[in-house]
């Protein structure tokens, strides 16, 4: 009742026109499936026991981020903070140095292969987990500002520095006012006239950030590809995956293209066939390539998504535990939350941005979660249920094991690996901070809304799917 009137108060409900997609972004209908092991266990850690999960829709980049995208993040971090703090752009650096070995010779690629024209566009590598994250935070703020400006309501900045930049937290919060374009009307009575874009304004996009394990590997499996008959204008599609899969072409037998075409017996990704054979022989190479390839090349899977297996492997959100326990949630399954929140001042309000531009946050207090029906009572809860005793509630790390709190899950296989790390259902792991020339990343964000891209959520019967927000 009185929705978008002044005179009930001026609730303002715009119409909404559906989430945001940008280029380079592939829909991911999430689902439930068989989340772990489908290989043999050749490493003997039993560390991915099947379980079936369901995972949300979400939205990810195709291909995994290239050297040219991180360079123009590397671009603008230095324009920002260069002049002022310089250990930003530093610590943004990718490291080229992880290219060398004892006994090869690579100086090639840590000279070239992230600055170099010739690799625009092949996978970046040498970026930590910290560093990855980083960057995902960037773009969120970078779309989100594109976005306003291309509505009119910014009007482009090349002059952002120091705290002075735009970062849609601060912008929401009216802490930041950059060039500001034509701002929306504000039609509570009571208001200033002119207000700020909010979420409620259904502008915005979500975060961009790392994909959790299970949503990386349920990706990069592409089951949609072994529903005998998936959803369409036509159909309503089965549930039911025909079988489970090792690769994410879902040919269980090779790693070789077997359809009878033009491209039968070519590999369908750029791995290390066996001891000193990179890429075959001369006059006939198979994968094509002896260190990382382009970000399109090969086949892509059901879901569209480049290179799931093979060329680099890619960093996930979770902290690794060997183990997987019983009583694990098998619903969107993530181990790494910190539970945080916004510093407020006495009267509420949020405190001031810190001197790079970003909201200020802290960890939630046993207080705050004292009275709240929920299963855990610390906002750090990484090692919820993983397994230890009450006094053994970290890690003895650099002593009996390389685990802590710090390492975190990587997957895909890449260049340098066999054809067993390729399988999604493998794991392994390394310090946040740790760099490797043979891990990347990709972005992805979460679905806003229904799960599907046709409608809305739900089931809607005799026309009542009109009524549905």
Known sequence: MGFNDPGYGGFDVPLYEGQYIGPGLSFVEGG?????QTEEDLTFENNNVPRTVSVSSFIWMKQKLPNIHYREYLHWVNRTYGNDYPEIYQKALPDTQSWRRALQYNEPQVNYYFRHAAYNYYPVVGVTWEQANLYCSWRTDRVNELIL????????????????????????????????????KDIDPTGAGKRNIRYEDGILTSDYRLPTEAEWEYAALGYRGRNPEPDSKRRRGEEVVTDRQVYPWGDNLSTREGMRNAYQGQQLANFKRGMGDQMGVAGGLNDNADIPSPIYSYKPNAFGLYNMAGNVSEWVLDVYRPNTPMDADDFRPFRGNIFDTYTTLEDFTLEEKDSTGKLVKREVTQDELANKNINYRDANVINYSDGDSAS????????????????HVYKGGSWSDRAYFMSPGTRRFLQAFHASSTIGFRCCMDRLGSQTIKGPAGNYFEGNKKKAR
């Open 32 to 36: 439930r499936f068989t989340m772990g």
């Open 149 to 184: 400006i291309k509505k009119g309501y910014l009007k482009k900045n090349p002059f952002q520095v120091s705290e002075d930049n735009f970062s849609i937290k601060t912008y929401v919060a009216g802490q930041y006012e950059g060039k500001a374009g034509v701002k929306k």
């Open 392 to 407: 053994l509630a970290y890690y003895d790390y650099g002593k009996t094991t390389l685990i802590n709190d710090l390492a």
